[in-house]
């Protein structure tokens, strides 16, 4: 059986939100798949018996150190070994778990994948992968975050990567990949962006070219490759824009309103996995409700049965 790890400590609302998270998604899974607590063992407990769960779907791994939101990597990597999110990722590095997801500093944990699960091949960095609205469907953003300052070549990789993961958890066929940029025009943009246009003419993947930020929403790619730090702007700015509407025109009724709010609640997708590990890692929101963790589990559950990170080895060891 598949297990997923969850730090029972991460995120603001963490322990209660992690918790129930883990009681919903255990009820739904129905056996399908087995979560791992990792965290303080008295305070998991206390927290079981305050929602009157008996336990079912879930077991304990006891580790009682607690990684601080503020904490650096440096810090949790050295001196918070048995802490929740540490454990996380060592007990899928042991294959006691396949897959380990945290709610809490997504630096540590960023970090703790590294260090502990490694990279795939030559990719010199994983990636955040996010599920983002557009046009009749959901596509593709990456990086979201994980990194700011790539190389051309390593926008290569996560165009790769990103193709990969729309084939297996979004059933696209030879998905369209393009290069998020400020024209449409291969000289247009920074020299890196530039030079990842010609590289990833050249990729084994199907790219399309550059897309500008209005073309993010109409649906016409399936994946878009991005710096970083572009990419969490755009992030942000989406979950931004979801919260004003949310503030101006409330909640719409009817079949459409309850299409754009699937499509636009961040809590819906649950969590987004690091591309590029030899493992399955992934991250979800520091602000966490328990909606969140339930369906971060079951992408978490997902993307290990898939064996995406396997099929992304794969590709990869194709390339020189």
């Known amino acids: 059986m598949i297990k997923v790890a969850l730090d029972a400590m991460g995120g603001d609302n963490a322990p209660a939100a992690i918790i129930e998270g883990a009681i919903l998604a255990a009820k739904e899974s129905q056996g399908k798949f087995g979560i791992l607590l990792a965290g303080p063992e008295e305070a998991i407990r206390a927290q079981l018996s305050a929602f009157g769960y008996n336990g079912e779907g879930l077991e304990i791994f006891h580790a009682p150190d607690i990684v601080d939101m503020d904490d650096s990597p440096t810090v949790v990597l050295k001196t918070k070994q048995n802490s929740g999110l540490m454990a996380c990722v060592g007990l899928q590095k042991a294959?006691?778990?396949?897959?380990?997801?945290?709610?809490?500093?997504?630096?540590?944990?960023?970090?703790?994948?590294l260090m502990v699960?490694?990279?795939?091949?030559?990719?010199?960095?994983?990636?955040?992968?996010?599920?983002?609205?557009?046009?009749?469907?959901?596509?593709?953003?990456?990086?979201c975050g994980a990194n700011v300052d790539e190389k051309a070549s390593t926008l290569v990789y996560f165009g790769i990567c990103g193709s990969i993961y729309s084939e297996e958890m979004l059933g696209r066929s030879n998905p369209k990949v393009g290069l998020l940029n400020m024209g449409e025009e291969e000289k247009k943009g920074t020299e890196i962006l530039q030079e990842a246009h010609q590289l990833l003419k050249k990729a084994p993947i199907n790219f399309v070219g550059n897309v500008e930020g209005r073309d993010i929403m109409k649906g016409e790619v399936d994946v878009i490759v991005t710096p970083g730090y572009t990419g969490n702007v755009v992030l942000k700015l989406m979950e931004g824009f979801y919260e004003y509407h949310l503030r101006t025109f409330g909640k719409i009724e009817g079949a459409a309103g309850d299409q754009f709010h699937r499509d636009w609640d961040y809590a819906n997708f649950g969590a987004a996995m690091l591309l590029g590990l030899n493992g399955?890692?992934?991250?979800?929101?520091?602000?966490?409700?328990?909606?969140?963790?339930?369906?971060?589990?079951?992408?978490?559950?997902?993307l290990a049965n898939s064996k995406v990170a396997e099929k992304i080895a794969a590709k990869l060891s194709q390339v020189a």
């Open 95 to 113: 294959g006691k778990a396949q897959a380990s997801i945290s709610a809490g500093n997504s630096g540590a944990m960023m970090a703790a994948c």
């Open 117 to 143: 699960l490694g990279r795939i091949g030559s990719i010199p960095r994983p990636a955040i992968a996010c599920d983002v609205p557009s046009f009749g469907k959901k596509i593709t953003l990456l990086d």
């Open 280 to 302: 399955t890692g992934l991250i979800t929101h520091g602000r966490a409700n328990a909606k969140v963790i339930k369906n971060g589990l079951e992408t978490a559950y997902k």
